[in-house]
């Protein structure tokens, strides 16, 4: 099977992860640059270019779609599913995920627990929110933050009215409650077509409430309990997601779902857990190729 991996960094340690295991699957990977593609349609239908020349199409496609670039890559793997090449992520999925808010929605329609958010209007009274969220501290999130960033914890009612004020100029915003008893610990946890195949627990380094890799945090290999991994599970599946990265606080009122990554980095996680977890997400793809294939 040819399988594109869609990437803009060819030497990124996920992207190599995954060329590996499609070599060692008895695949053939193809790196493309997404940025570097062309969608054209016309009276033929679907076409893409790529680096000026009409692409080869794959057998199957696994998108590793950055942030920056999340309407564009949903566009490109529109332009696949039309073309009939299945894909780890789906377009609709990509897009659900990246909207924070939305994916919280979905996952609340669901009955999966959130930490209790709330996106207010510019002009809202913020002794509501501060109310709504439980009071201070509270956390306030741009609705597109990734690797932590965007991500602030105020103490106060100034300090919150302050951060609001510039956030609201800037881009949108929601505003979370704070969940002390996590202690600046979450677990990141990797589902690849329904099953778990890797957990590792996040913790904060002294100062900081972020517990992200990014912002210095350190991680451990992680087992979750039974609810834990159905938690993950469902959360991933609320979203149409078949390979994603679940954040998990553990509360008081137990597991609640942070946030999810609809292109998880395998660095941290291969490392900590020794999971093939790009054998995994391979596996996974040649699956979605050979039910095609059935359909056909």
Request: aromatic fraction near 6%; charge should be negative; include cysteine.
């Amino acid at each position: 099977m040819e399988i594109a991996i869609l990437t803009r960094g060819p030497g990124l340690y996920s992207t190599q992860s995954l060329y590996k295991a499609c070599i060692a699957q008895g695949h053939i990977p193809v790196l493309v640059d997404y940025s570097r593609c062309s969608l054209l349609l016309g009276k033929e239908g679907a076409q893409i270019f790529y680096q000026d020349k009409q692409l080869h199409i794959p057998d199957g496609i696994i998108p590793r779609i950055g942030a920056t670039f999340t309407q564009e890559g949903a566009a490109l793997i529109r332009h696949f599913e039309w073309l009939k090449v299945p894909a780890t992520l789906p377009s609709r999925a990509l897009v659900q995920a990246r909207d924070k808010l939305h994916s919280l929605q979905r996952l609340t329609k669901k009955g999966i627990d959130v930490p209790v958010t709330v996106m207010a209007e510019p002009g809202a009274n913020i002794r509501l929110i501060e109310e709504q969220v439980g009071g201070f501290p509270c956390i306030v999130k741009a609705l597109e933050s990734t690797h932590g960033l965007g991500v602030k914890l105020v103490h106060t009612h100034q300090e919150l009215k302050q951060v609001l004020e510039t956030m609201t100029r800037e881009e949108p915003y929601f505003v979370q409650e704070f969940i002390a008893e996590s202690k600046g610990e979450d677990v990141r946890v990797l589902v690849v077509d329904g099953q778990v195949v890797g957990a590792m627990k996040r913790v904060a380094r002294e100062g900081e409430f972020r517990s992200n890799l990014h912002q210095g945090g350190v991680a451990y290999n992680a087992k979750l309990t039974p609810l834990g991994e159905a938690v993950a599970i469902r959360a991933a599946s609320a979203l149409g997601l078949g390979v994603a990265g679940v954040d998990i606080l553990e509360s008081n009122r137990g597991p609640l779902v942070l946030e999810i990554n609809a292109s998880p980095g395998l660095e941290g996680i291969q490392k900590v857990t020794g999971q093939n977890i790009a054998g995994h997400i391979v596996r996974y793809m040649e699956r979605l190729i050979l039910e095609k294939d059935e359909e056909e």
